[in-house]
C-alpha cells in the first residue's frame, strides 16, 4: 500500500448490517462495497494474520460465522475492528479498505483457493 494521500478516497458512509453479517462502505470518490465480515476477518492487516513479511501469512480457518463486536475510529484515516472471535488488533486505514473492495473478487478467490489447497474449512471447529 502506498499509504494515505490528499488523493485517498475517504468513507463517507460505514454500515454495519449485523443480521447480514456485512460492513457496507461508500467512499468519497462514489465507489461502494459491501464486505461480508468473513472477508475482512481473514484479510485483517494484523501481524497474526498477515505476519511480517511475504511468505509469513496464517491461513484463517473458521472464520464463516463471525461478526463484529465494536469499530474504533483511529483518529481520521482508518477503523479497528473487533471480531466476535476476539481478533482486534488489525487497523483497517482508508487504502487498505479500499484496495479490499476493488481487489474483492481476486482476493476471495485466492482465499477460497488457499482453504481447499489446505484441505481446510470456512466453518468454526
Not at 449485523?18 to 475482512?40: C, H, K, N, W
Not at 484479510?43 to 505476519?51: L, T
Not at 463484529?68 to 483497517?92: L, M, N, R, W
Amino acid at each position: 500500500m502506498a499509504g494515505l494521500t490528499p488523493e485517498t478516497p475517504w468513507p463517507t458512509e460505514i454500515t454495519l448490517h449485523q443480521a447480514s453479517r456485512r460492513l457496507d462502505v461508500a467512499f468519497s470518490d462514489g465507489q461502494q462495497y459491501q464486505f461480508p465480515i468473513e472477508y475482512l476477518r481473514v484479510y485483517s492487516p494484523s501481524a497474526e494474520v498477515r505476519g511480517h513479511g511475504p511468505g509469513q501469512e496464517t491461513l484463517q480457518t473458521g472464520k464463516r460465522h463471525v461478526s463484529i463486536k465494536e469499530i474504533i475510529p483511529v483518529g481520521s484515516y482508518a477503523i479497528q475492528i473487533c471480531f466476535s472471535d476476539g481478533h482486534d488488533t488489525g487497523i483497517f486505514s482508508w487504502d487498505y479498505l479500499k484496495d479490499l473492495g476493488v481487489n474483492q473478487e481476486e482476493y476471495w478467490a485466492t482465499y477460497l483457493n488457499r482453504m481447499e489447497a489446505n484441505g481446510a474449512s470456512r466453518e468454526p471447529h
